[in-house]
């Protein structure tokens, strides 16, 4: 039973834009943190962005600031990624991860709850 959901993700030409969700249930639900990584084989999970529930504060790797933008989403427990300017070496399975503690970490180690992942294919 999946604890957050992603969706969203897909194919784009370079330059274009997409848009990921990612809903929270079970025992995800409420978290105080969630964020955003991405995986490519052969290499490590790697951090993407992150947002404090309270106060919205948000935290961006240095790859995606200003092209990518991480928000609440109108529904409670749900948070999206907004995806500008896509480049081939986005290319990735993005996946969504929350944890209860208020404090927007870059450490995949720090998020107890993940979802299962959605592919995000940029063609050059």
């Known amino acids: 039973q999946e604890q957050l959901v992603e969706s969203g993700g897909g194919r784009v030409q370079a330059g274009g834009s997409l848009r990921l969700s990612c809903a929270a249930s079970g025992r995800a639900y409420g978290s105080s943190t969630m964020a955003w990584f991405r995986q490519v084989p052969g290499k490590e999970r790697e951090f993407v962005a992150a947002?404090?529930?309270?106060?919205?504060?948000?935290l961006y790797a240095d790859s995606v600031k200003d092209r990518f933008i991480i928000s609440k989403d109108n529904g409670p427990s749900t948070v999206s990624l907004q995806m500008n300017r896509l480049k081939p070496e986005d290319t990735a399975v993005y996946f969504c991860a929350a944890r209860k503690v208020d404090y927007a970490s870059r450490l995949r180690h720090d998020y107890p709850f993940w979802g299962p992942g959605t592919q995000v294919t940029v063609s050059s």
């Open positions: 947002i404090k529930w309270i106060g919205g504060y948000t």
